[in-house]
């Protein structure tokens, strides 16, 4: 009976195993290789697919143009594609591909450096400076934006510097004139408008606790003029700790700004937008931000005029190994090109890219690391950001740029508490320092 | 179909397509994500094998304490709320609106429906102080007292999805229960009113142990929906300020695919599992020695 039973339960078993094996085999099929026409697996693509994040608007735009002009042969021969995917899935979504060998020839990656930083490692990423000197359009690429780069990315020119952005402290000129007070150039000079502008009714800092990293950006301005440009990377190296006495001085410097209320009463839940249209709507006298604000400042919603916006360096510090003249910069979320998916074709793209970027991208207001070399009109704030790039000497990077992911996000997290003293400045570069630990 | 049923044959091929779906889609995953506990690493970088590391770190890590009891607080405090006031509301759907309960009901429920990240939306205009005040603080504001930065800090931010989560979700479980009292025997509670029970009586002896059942189930619902929050959380404060409003869910998921770190957010996700299972085991134990009484 036993082994009668045993007989008849046999096929089906088999049956069951093969149709198992079977599924099994279907699915791995369809997740390998992805491929398809835009040439995962060293195939050569048929389109140039360029895969970015969405909240990225100013590429495509550029790209667009190139393509219905001066890249229009190459547009002809492999058509331009591009997709978007939110910033936050984007780390995740190439590590996949690339480990699938789907990656497409152009794409964004990075929205943490050190994420970058693995792909280059890993070999995926296709080296610039070897490939435009090949192209012959290697001094089309600005120097300080290939340092910024190198400095972010593993050390190589290996992702191309779509924008390229510098850092600094935006002011209303008419408040500032209205109330007789000189640009600073020291944190003290800073300090006293704050308090001055608190008293006349005005916000001193418009900044967003709910992003955090406009909060972050002024520890890490302290900390490259109290201790030098180099403060940051000694962390990165292990040299140096954020919870070394000269580290939390910083942090307890912009906890400060917090408690004498200069950000606000509701600097924790601010958005970034709400930050901008408080500066921009006149509410309060500075901002500290990067040059991609230029955009809204030459924008329609700019209430205060374009011509009323100055824009001053982060002070130094009283004393410290600094200097006024080293201009946080980066690259924003720049894109790459696949080492696997770099064909002829993708090159003729790539050098119509490198060419022409930077004309194309200023003729639409944007600064970025490619050069442009035809005359155009700026808007006055945009042509001084243009100047100021132009005579920087040298470069630092920001807060969380060297930190791995965690660190960066326990940072970001949790600088709305910092300033609002729900924290110490103590327990906040422990929380940082003890992720950046956990390596 | 006795002959049908009754031949093994049969019944393996009859099984067979749902078993293979079911193994390929649950079972391998889940078996796949246990194994990954015992790694570190992620895709690009490759894995490793680290033992039970990962289990030592979770018991250490003060991020996974400060997770697990936010999802504690927040699954008890607001499943009590769904369950309590869904039952509040399926009594007076049934004894107090009845016939004229439809539009009651559908206006309760028509939150259920809506996108979390419209009602997250809703919410945060609701609360706001900055750069303007939402209607709460204008209300404050209006009865003499002072604006509050509500999502700006944890105990503020956690009354605020306390209170969304509540509103968007008591409707479901308002007609859910109302689903179980709708099967008590109108003639029971008939006898028990000729009987000379009251009102309170009435509840106590006849209503309250004949939608046991129902209730049990709502809390099995309300329990690992409420653990396995997500989505509210996320579009509301995103898990801010700081972690203060972060639960295990968004810890999880912030581990695997942000921090790369797949398999820590597999050990994670494995604390998950195991606290939906007691806490479900727990109220079926419960359940069970109530119906033996």
């Known amino acids: 009976m036993f082994t009668a039973e045993r007989r008849r339960l046999r096929k089906p078993l088999l049956g069951a195993a093969a149709l198992v094996s079977a599924g099994v085999l279907v699915l791995a099929g369809c997740s390998g290789g992805g491929g398809g026409n835009n040439g995962g697996g060293g195939e050569d693509p048929a389109t140039l697919e360029f895969l970015k994040n969405a909240e990225n608007t100013t590429t495509q735009p550029v790209l667009d143009a190139l393509a219905a002009g001066a890249c229009e042969t190459q547009n002809e021969a492999m058509p331009l594609e591009v997709n978007s995917i939110p910033q936050a899935e984007l780390d995740a979504q190439v590590q996949l591909l690339a480990t699938q060998d789907g990656l497409p020839p152009m794409f964004s990656a990075g929205g943490n450096p050190a994420e970058g930083a693995k792909l280059w490692e890993a070999g995926y990423l296709l080296d610039f400076d070897e490939a435009l000197t090949e192209l012959g359009v290697r001094d089309k690429v600005a120097e300080g934006a290939v340092s910024t780069i190198e400095k972010l990315y593993g050390g190589a020119f290996n992702f191309l510097p779509f924008q390229y952005n510098i850092e600094g402290i935006f002011y209303n000129k008419t408040v500032f004139e209205e109330n007789g007070w000189e640009v600073p150039e020291t944190w003290d000079d800073l300090l006293t408008v704050a308090a001055e502008a608190q008293d006349a009714g005005l916000t001193p800092f418009a900044a967003s606790g709910e992003q955090g990293w406009p909060l972050t950006r002024l520890v890490s301005g302290y900390l490259f003029r109290s201790l030098g440009p180099d403060a940051l990377q000694k962390v990165a190296d292990g040299d140096a700790k954020l919870t070394d006495p000269e580290y939390v001085e910083a942090a307890a410097a912009i906890a400060d700004l917090g408690e004498k209320g200069y950000f606000g009463s509701n600097v924790a839940s601010l958005d970034y937008d709400a930050a901008s249209n408080e500066f921009l709507t006149g509410k309060a006298a500075m901002i500290y931000m990067g040059s991609w604000l230029l955009g809204n400042i030459n924008g329609d919603g700019n209430q205060i005029g374009a011509d009323n916006v100055g824009f001053f360096k982060f002070p130094a510090v009283d004393g410290g190994a600094g200097s006024i003249d080293e201009y946080p910069s980066n690259v924003g979320l720049p894109a790459t090109f696949g080492a696997k998916t770099y064909t002829e074709g993708v090159g003729e793209w790539l050098k119509c890219i490198t060419a022409n970027y930077g004309n194309e991208a200023l003729k639409q207001g944007q600064i970025t690391g490619f050069i442009a070399d035809e005359p155009v009109d700026l808007p006055p704030i945009s042509q001084t950001i243009a100047d100021e790039i132009a005579t920087a000497t040298d470069s630092v990077l920001w807060f969380e740029a060297l930190f791995n992911a965690k660190a960066s996000n326990i940072s970001s997290t949790n600088a709305a508490l910092l300033v609002t003293g729900q924290i110490t400045p103590e327990e906040f570069m422990t929380l940082v320092q003890d992720a950046l630990d956990e390596g | ?293």
């Open chain 2, 1 to 293: 179909m006795k002959s049908v049923l009754g031949d093994r044959k049969a019944i393996m091929l009859l099984l067979t397509p749902a078993l293979l779906v079911y193994t390929l889609i649950i079972l391998i995953p889940v078996l796949w994500s246990f194994g990954l506990t015992f790694f570190t690493g992620n895709v690009l970088t490759g894995f490793e094998f680290n033992g039970i590391e990962n289990f030592t770190r979770l018991l250490t890590d003060p991020y996974v304490h400060d997770a697990f009891w936010f999802t504690l607080k927040y699954a008890v405090i607001v499943t009590l709320f769904q369950v309590v006031l869904g039952y509040g509301l399926a009594m007076l759907y049934q004894f107090v609106l009845r016939r004229s309960s439809v539009i009651v009901r559908t206006l309760v429920f028509f939150p259920v429906v809506l996108p979390t990240v419209a009602i997250a939306i809703l919410y945060q205009k609701l609360f706001q102080s900055a750069p303007t005040d939402g209607l709460v603080n204008e209300l404050l504001v209006n009865v003499g007292l002072s604006s509050v930065d509500w999502l700006g800090a944890g105990d503020t931010a956690f009354i605020v999805i306390v209170i969304m989560d509540v509103w968007r979700s008591v409707g479901f479980y308002g007609v859910l229960i109302f689903s179980g009292l709708l099967d008590i025997p109108e003639d029971i509670i008939e006898s028990a009113r000729i009987d000379g029970a009251k009102t309170f009586s009435l509840f106590r002896y006849i209503v309250l142990p004949m939608s046991l059942p129902i209730l049990f189930a709502s809390f099995i619902f309300s329990i690992n929906g409420t653990i396995k929050v997500f989505d509210s959380v996320f579009a509301l404060t995103g898990g801010g300020p700081g972690n203060s409003t972060t639960p295990l869910t968004l810890y999880m998921y912030r581990t695997a695919f942000q921090f790369s770190d797949f398999g820590y957010g597999s050990t994670i996700a494995l604390l998950l599992t195991v606290m939906c299972l007691i806490v479900t085991l727990f109220i079926f134990k419960s359940s069970r020695r109530d119906n033996t009484v």
